[in-house]
T-cell receptor, first 110, second 113 residues
Framework: KNEVEQSPQNLTAQEGEFITINCSYS?????LHWLQQHPGGGIVSLFM???GKKKHGRLIATINIQEKHSSLHITASHPRDSAVYIC????????????FGKGTKLSVKP | DTAVSQTPKYLVTQMGNDKSIKCEQN?????MYWYKQDSKKFLKIMFS???????INETVPNRFSPKSPDKAHLNLHINSLELGDSAVYFC????????????FGSGTRLTVV
């Protein structure tokens, strides 16, 4: 069974703190995605990873293929980072399917 | 210039009705998807279309049917709506099988009363 597990489920931080959200998956993948869903409901694609590390502004995503694990880091967190962060894995091949984790709800307090 | 647009944004309807949600993308992507987000905010694939052919059809009721008049559009038709169909439905698109990332619409909140 293909599963994507995220932790923590909920996270509250003070502005400025370094934040880490973890994602583990059970089977091999072609790509791992990090998505952001704001309180208004829209979903934005943050990163797509198949190996190594990617950085965009204050956000960093890493993946360890051998350990089937990925992390999303936010440096110098800000209240506008408050959102649900969702990890999803892509099987590629003939499916192009996304299997989602249940999300991590992040709240950054000023 | 909205990349993936869904209409309507909100839909309130009675049980037993038939409704449609429309989705259009102007990105030139060749694969489009419908996802359902339940009350616990969990997302799950429903359908995808690649070059007007259905390539994924998860275990959704056959009351749900995707219709793609061309590769820029993937509409979702729902017959005989039930209370349990209440959810947020997201359309998305990608180039190929999604290994270059996905672009999501803003969602349609369906409420069945």
């Amino acid at each position: 069974k293909n599963e994507v597990e995220q932790s923590p489920q909920n996270l509250t931080a003070q502005e400025g703190e370094f934040i880490t959200i973890n994602c583990s998956y059970s089977v091999g993948i072609s790509a791992l995605h990090w998505l952001q869903q704001h309180p208004g409901g829209g979903i934005v694609s943050l990163f797509m990873l198949s190996s190594g590390k990617k950085k965009h502004g204050r956000l960093i995503a890493t993946i360890n293929i051998q350990e089937k694990h990925s992390s999303l880091h936010i440096t110098a967190s800000h209240p506008r980072d408050s959102a649900v962060y969702i990890c999803a894995q892509n099987y590629g091949g003939s499916q192009g399917n996304l299997i989602f984790g249940k999300g991590t709800k992040l709240s950054v307090k000023p | 210039d909205t990349a993936v647009s869904q209409t309507p944004k909100y839909l309130v309807t009675q049980m037993g009705n038939d409704k449609s949600i429309k989705c259009e993308q102007n990105l030139g992507h060749d694969t489009m998807y419908w996802y359902k987000q339940d009350s616990k905010k969990f997302l799950k694939i429903m359908f995808s279309y690649n070059n007007k052919e259905l390539i994924i059809n998860e275990t959704v009721p056959n009351r749900f049917s995707p219709k793609s008049p061309d590769k820029a559009h993937l509409n979702l038709h729902i017959n005989s709506l039930e209370l349990g169909d209440s959810a947020v439905y997201f359309c998305a698109s990608s180039l190929g099988q999604g290994v270059d990332g996905y672009t999501f619409g803003s969602g349609t909140r369906l409420t069945v009363v």
